[in-house]
Structure formats: structure tokens, C-alpha cells
Nanobody, 123 residues
Framework: QAQLVETGGGLVQAGGSLRLSCVGSARAFDRYAVGWFRQAPGKEREFVAA????????YYEDSAKGRFTISRDDAKDTVYLQMDTLKPEDTAVYYCAAETTIVSMWDHSARYWGRGTQVTVSS
């Protein structure tokens, strides 16, 4: 069983940057695929980015490509989401999720989820 804790959210002006961290506590956390998701008020949760454990391959939602970077430090059991050139429409609660297979990210079926961290981008 894995527990996930997200940190790094906050208030930032448009054009600014934030780095989110997702720390996992589980045996062999380095054998989990990890994804970032977000949910804005009144909207459904959406996929943002994911990183596989097997080959480190990364995946991004279209609006995140070129602005966000997902990475992992397995020595620290941590996955990061570097967010640059932030826009007001990026405002949301950001969640990380973990599962042993990357395909679980596409249908949001990962078993383990954090409680989220709020990101607010002012215009």
C-alpha cells in the first residue's frame, strides 16, 4: 500500500513558476508509475502528466506540453512537477497518483492518491 503527499502549491502570478512534489511511502515506490492530475472548481478532474517507472518515459496533456516537466528522484521516493509559464487557467487542486502500471493514468484508475495541493495563478 502506498501513501502520497503533495507539497509545493501556492499563489503565483501569471508567467511564474512552481514546483510540486509528490512523496510516496511504499515498498518499491520506484516500481510505480506516477501521474499528476488537477481539478478546477466546477470541472472534472483531468490528467496533466505522468512518468513510468520502467523506462522513465513521460506523458503530457496538450496544454502542459512545453510548460510542465515531470521527473522523479527514486532515491527520495519523490516525483516532481515543474510548472513554468503558468496561466490563470492552471488554477486547480493538483493531485498525484501512483499505480504499478502506466495505463491506469489514462482512465484515472490508480489505486493510490494524495490529498492534493492548491495552485492559484493570478492574472
Amino acid at each position: 500500500q502506498a501513501q502520497l503527499v503533495e507539497t509545493g502549491g501556492g499563489l503565483v502570478q501569471a508567467g511564474g513558476s512552481l514546483r510540486l512534489s509528490c512523496v510516496g511511502s511504499a515498498r518499491a515506490f520506484d516500481r510505480y508509475a506516477v501521474g499528476w492530475f488537477r481539478q478546477a472548481p466546477g470541472k472534472e478532474r483531468e490528467f496533466v502528466a505522468a512518468i513510468d517507472w520502467y523506462d522513465g518515459k513521460t506523458y503530457y496533456e496538450d496544454s502542459a506540453k512545453g510548460r510542465f516537466t515531470i521527473s522523479r528522484d527514486d532515491a527520495k521516493d519523490t516525483v516532481y512537477l515543474q510548472m513554468d509559464t503558468l496561466k490563470p487557467e492552471d488554477t486547480a487542486v493538483y493531485y498525484c497518483a501512483a499505480e504499478t502500471t502506466i495505463v491506469s493514468m489514462w482512465d484515472h484508475s490508480a489505486r493510490y492518491w494524495g490529498r492534493g495541493t492548491q495552485v492559484t495563478v493570478s492574472s
